[in-house]
């Protein structure tokens, strides 16, 4: 069983969740924080390098003010109570995307854990806050015109281009997974997801558990990986 070493996950799911209990859409965001806790200790514990989680996308901005407001207020309440833990179990937070527009109080406790962290050696735990793909990409761009510009670089090439990513530091993302069943990528990691496997999974993020984790873990493991060349047939 191959461990992927990069897991990128869309968490979807914690408002259809909550609507199917009668409750508000931020209790399963409450959950949705719980489970992130709970992923992150079972993927560091079973050898995942990298999981990058996409909290917050660039058009989550146009859902109600008060929704917005409490998912704002998460970073506080996820950091607070499990910071010592990711701590003793050797995680790295990092994150990417653009934390210009995120309120100075989520982004402070964001930047808190990333320095608290940086010596850990364990998984990195990811996070895309305010990110959007499409804008990584024109903002990758912008940047590499502007070196080529000022003649710090002369040739445009793939692997140059890499460089000006969020994720230029992370490993290749191996598997994509969706909870909650939509099948579309909604604008996350649209250059680094080139080869990577993609499960959908009916679960809600709230339900989502390691267990379910080893499933999609093993549904990578049952594809054959080809990254456009031909590997060897599988024999049946
Ligand atoms: C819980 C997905 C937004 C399910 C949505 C740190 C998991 C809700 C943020 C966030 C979480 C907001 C501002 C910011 C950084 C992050 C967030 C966490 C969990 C855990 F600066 N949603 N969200 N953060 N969930």
């Not at 445009?156 to 099948?183: A, H, N, Q, W």
């Amino acid at each position: 069983m191959k461990v992927p070493k990069h897991i990128a996950i869309i968490m979807d799911g914690n408002g259809r969740w909550a609507k199917a209990k009668g409750l508000p859409r931020t209790a399963g965001h409450k959950i949705g924080v719980e489970k992130v806790r709970e992923i992150a200790i079972y993927a560091n514990s079973i050898g995942v390098k990298c999981m990058t989680l996409y909290a917050f996308s660039t058009e989550n901005w146009n859902r109600p003010e008060a929704e917005v407001n409490y998912l704002m207020s998460l970073p506080k309440i996820f950091f607070e109570s499990y910071m010592k833990e990711i701590m003793k179990n050797n995680i790295r937070i990092m994150m990417i995307g653009d934390m210009d527009e995120i309120p100075d109080n989520a982004r402070t406790v964001f930047k808190n854990a990333i320095e608290e962290s940086k010596d850990n050696t364990g998984m990195i735990l990811n996070f895309a806050v305010n990110y959007g793909g499409r804008r990584e990409i024109v903002t990758a761009a912008r940047k590499y015109a502007e070196d080529v510009k000022n003649g710090k670089i002369n040739d445009i090439d793939e692997e140059g281009f890499k460089k000006y990513l969020y994720t230029s530091e992370l490993p290749e993302v191996d598997l994509l997974i969706r909870t909650s069943y939509e099948l579309r990528i909604s604008n996350y990691l649209l250059y680094q997801l080139a080869y990577s496997e993609m499960v959908f999974t009916h679960t809600l993020w709230p339900d989502f558990k390691p267990s379910d984790l080893d499933l999609c873990i093993d549904e990578y493991n049952s594809r054959d990986r080809r990254f456009g060349g031909l590997n060897e047939e599988k024999t049946a």
